[in-house]
């Protein structure tokens, strides 16, 4: 009798936890839209009413984002994260909260904001190279999608190569992206581009990088059995149910807004029909059925997965900041803020210190101790942001002061522990204050004059000295 009382109890506490997150969740996803169509609009008044000149909103980029007197500066590319979205998308709302405005040459792709980190590395190489992307027959083939999707007329940056290569910054899960895509370049895995190699990439800098994977995906509703598939009742069941009607409605303006990146999966309404989108509801197609989506990239053993075959590599330079919001109090981790966390991640920061590995499920990797996994900033656990380490371990090193490191050396994880939640640096710039800029110089500065192969680049204002 009390057993039976205690379960439904547990039961009870389990959907009262699912109705409050879904609600929180809801409530700030409409406040984010909400927020980028009022600054839209207010714009497009404002253009209306005091400038009647049609050209005043649209800014005309040049290519590869770069503004006249820095078009022999390498681009910056700033990758987002889960449910992120790229220069374009919700209005005038920027993922990185304006950080790209800090240097002359910075790109800000949208890579979908639930899309597969494999996917997103493709589709990350054809918007810089330009051209059709190709995801791969096999792997199209195997996760059920086309294998061809959107056109970049032009690339943002086509003298991509060798001797032009790249900065990437990757926040959370664009940063697992970005070491993705390193790899598919060593391994020459784009058809026609037989001369890519690792060294197309100088440097990667992870902001809150989810290397190791993360144990919220469990607390999210992902099974900590395979980290493949879902609870039956979960908040990413909610979230499964909700991003397929929102795509099968497949309304242009909504789509143009934002957009979860499932278009080569055909869930439109006028591909697929009802029948199509109950087949994909019941579970038997799309991407939630051949788990070509993110959360499955984002578990300890999805982690694993990619990471067994993804190298660092001699000639380029790795730095990472992994950010943490809990402190220890007599070996019991606790947050270590009310106020400092967003209310969006506080009771997961509560909820990931307290986790513990279910004890009749076999552990993700020999080792594993939920001990370690305790510190965390409501999205990532702290150990896995430092450097990649499942299932070996990457070279790394502490940074403690940003000149014991100088001059850096490539094929090291330098990396920094920050106090901050999983989205301090992104979306809303105010929250970071000060810190926000010392952060995203520093990674600038960083990348502009202390990270080169043959000769430090010159800076177009020196260039006229
Ligand atoms: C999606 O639609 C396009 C064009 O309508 C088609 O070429 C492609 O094969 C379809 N892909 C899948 C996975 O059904
Ligand atoms: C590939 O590199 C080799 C040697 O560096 C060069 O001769 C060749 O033209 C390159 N091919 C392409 C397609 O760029
Ligand atoms: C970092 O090191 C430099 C030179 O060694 C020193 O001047 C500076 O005060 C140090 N900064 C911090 C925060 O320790
Ligand atoms: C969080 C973390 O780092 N876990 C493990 C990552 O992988 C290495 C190697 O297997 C382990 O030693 C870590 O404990």
Known sequence: MTKRIIRWGVAALQLAELFVSSVVHLLYGFYIFSSAVAGDLSLALNECLFKPNKNAG????????????????????????IFGFGKGRLGGLSYFAGAEKKDERVLVPDLGSLTSIYDRARELFYYLKGGRVDYGEEHSNACGHSQYGRVYERGHYPEWDEDHPIHFVGHSAGAQVVRVLQQMLADKAFNGYENTSENWVLSITSLSGAFNGTTRTYLDGMQPEDGRTLKPICLLQLCRVGVMIYDWFDIPWLKGYYNFGFDHFNLSWKKIGVWGLVDCLLGNSGPFASGDWILPDLTIQGSMQLNCHLQTFPNTYYFSYATKR?????????????????????????????????????????????????????ALNTISMTHPRLPIEHPSQFVKNDSDCQPMQPGIWYYKIVEGDHILFIVNRERAGVQFDLIYDSIFERCRKHVFRKSPPTLPNEAHQ
Request: aromatic residues 6%; charged residues 20%.
């Open 58 to 81: 649209v800014k005309d980029d040049l290519p590869g984002g770069a503004s006249t007197n820095a078009v022999n500066l390498p681009p910056i590319v700033l990758v987002h994260g």
């Open 326 to 378: 809990t402190r220890k109090i007599l070996s019991v981790t606790i947050p270590s803020s009310i106020l400092g966390i967003h209310p969006l991640l506080f009771i997961r920061v509560l909820q990931m210190s307290q986790w513990h590995h279910p004890p009749d499920v076999s552990p993700p990797y020999k080792g594993y101790r939920d001990e370690d996994w305790q510190d965390n900033d409501g």
